[in-house]
């Protein structure tokens, strides 16, 4: 049993989920900045579609993530803290606390239907809250009210209301599904994909890992993969002399490829031209290369560099 081949299985990376519920019930969330991302994250773990109860909003970080919607709770919990550590930015925005708060009665006047950043900022002007469409402030309040449970982002990129309710739930019930989706792992590997403060993690409760032995599983997985951005301490999976290439700074995560746990290559496409910069010997990537050229609709050519 390894570190390795337990984080693999309860990431689903060695053991492909059925569906959407499935694989978030394991998971919990996928990071949804870049939705095909999101896409490529979800195919490396037997889910093809994203059709189904699903909510793209601000959670862990303040980031984008992809969450079941009966999940929505992380949003409550975790709201506070990124409202707070977003004010001065806000403040610098013209966004004052008093305007932010007029905003969300608005936001459910207008958003009458799934809109664009543009139409949601036309219509805010409309009923006294007027913004700067070339400065980043309606990207700021619109993550305000995100944090606050008002809105969220469809993965067309349109915002709608969020009515969703949940039961609330506390910092522990994160924690673990933190550790079921991530395990084995530390409070400091939860405080940093979490992005909560660390005097709000102490006595967290003992949590047990399932046990696993190493698969063999291969995986080709794509930028922001939730299976390294789980982690501060990436040591386990990531060699320190390939850091620069897979963690190319600001968050971003290069595509690589991952064999029982480890990181073995980097990746690109272009078009069907699928490019693998292997750390050492080539891994045995044939049935990845042919299983994504069939979820890309392409014809996969793959070369070595």
């Known amino acids: 049993m390894t ?46 579609s994203l059709d189904g109860p699903l909510v793209r909003t601000w959670a862990m970080r303040g980031t984008l993530h992809l969450l079941h919607e009966d999940d929505l709770w992380v949003v409550d919990l975790l709201g506070p803290t990124f409202i ?35 139409d949601v900022v036309a219509r805010l002007s409309e009923v006294g809250i007027a913004l700067d469409p070339k400065s980043q402030a309606p ?45 084995p792992a530390t409070p400091d590997d939860f405080a940093a994909w979490s992005g909560l403060p660390k005097k709000r993690l102490r006595d967290l409760p003992e949590v047990a890992d399932e046990p ?18 789980g982690y501060r301490d990436r040591s386990a999976a990531l060699a320190p002399e390939h850091v620069p290439l897979v963690q190319t700074g600001g968050g971003f995560v290069t595509p690589h490829v991952v064999v029982d746990g480890r990181v073995v290559a980097v990746w690109r496409r272009d078009g069907a031209r699928f490019s693998v910069h292997p750390f050492g010997d080539r891994p045995d990537i044939a049935d990845e290369v042919a299983d994504l050229g069939r979820f890309l609709d392409v014809q996969p050519d793959l070369t070595w560099v």
């Open 84 to 118: 707070a550590a977003g004010r001065r930015r806000r403040e610098q925005l013209g966004l004052t606390d008093e305007l932010c708060e007029r905003a969300l009665p608005a936001l459910r006047k207008v958003l009458t239907e799934p809109l664009a950043r543009a």
């Open 139 to 183: 990207a700021h309040l619109l993550a305000f009210a995100a944090h606050s449970g008002v809105l969220c982002r469809g993965l067309d990129d349109t915002y709608r209301l969020l009515d969703v309710e949940v039961e609330p739930r506390g910092v522990d019930e994160l924690w673990r599904r933190y550790r079921r989706a991530y395990g």
């Open 212 to 229: 696993a032995e190493p698969s063999g599983a291969v995986r080709m997985l794509g930028h922001f993969d939730p299976y390294l951005l």
């Open 3 to 48: 570190a390795s081949a337990q984080r693999m299985r309860a990431q689903r990376l060695s053991h492909p989920a059925t569906d959407v519920t499935d694989l978030f019930a394991s998971v919990f969330a996928l990071q949804a900045q870049d939705v095909p991302a999101a896409r490529l994250a979800a195919r490396a773990r037997g889910v093809r």
